[in-house]
């Protein structure tokens, strides 16, 4: 934060916890990411096994 570097939580291996976890993960880690300034506000669920959240954090990182 201090060096107002902007970064993004990405939160892999969602096919290892069931949609509630998952989600219930995600929003603990949103709830924390909100205290500092320079953090990207969403929070990527991804599973590259099961190709779960990859178009959405592809599509971030190619708009930021």
């Not at 290892?16 to 300034?37: G, W």
């Not at 969403?42 to 971030?60: H, P, W």
């Amino acid at each position: 934060d201090a060096a107002a570097v902007r970064y993004s939580a990405v939160l892999t291996k969602a096919d290892k916890l069931s949609p509630t976890q998952a989600n219930k993960v995600a929003e603990a880690v949103a709830e924390e990411i909100a205290l500092h300034p320079a953090a990207y506000p969403e929070v990527f669920l991804t599973s590259s096994q099961k190709k779960i959240g990859l178009e959405a954090l592809r599509s971030a990182l190619a708009n930021s």
